[in-house]
């Protein structure tokens, strides 16, 4: 079973970027550099066509949506 999880896991399909008007994609009310966000890789691919290494990146980033996996390039 572990291994099946570790093989579905590795051949995992990329994210298509997220649908969203571009406008309304970044918010540069929060983008913030002064936030730590830990260094887990956990990616989410974001409305700009950016992967990012987790939710939190996204977030201080000013992403305003995202999905869960790594963007399509």
Do not use: R
């Not at 649908?19 to 830990?38: A, H, Q, R, V, W």
């Not at 974001?46 to 949506?65: E, K, P, Q, R, V």
Request: net charge negative; hydrophobic share 35%.
């Amino acid at each position: 079973m572990l291994f099946f999880l570790f093989v579905h896991a590795k051949n995992k399909i990329c994210e298509t970027t997220p649908n969203i008007e571009e406008g309304d994609c970044i918010d540069s009310l929060l983008i913030n550099d002064t936030t730590y966000c830990i260094t887990v890789y956990d990616p989410v691919c974001g409305c700009d066509g950016i992967t990012y290494s987790n939710s939190c990146f996204a977030g201080i980033s000013g992403i305003t949506f995202y999905v869960e996996g790594e963007c399509c390039n």
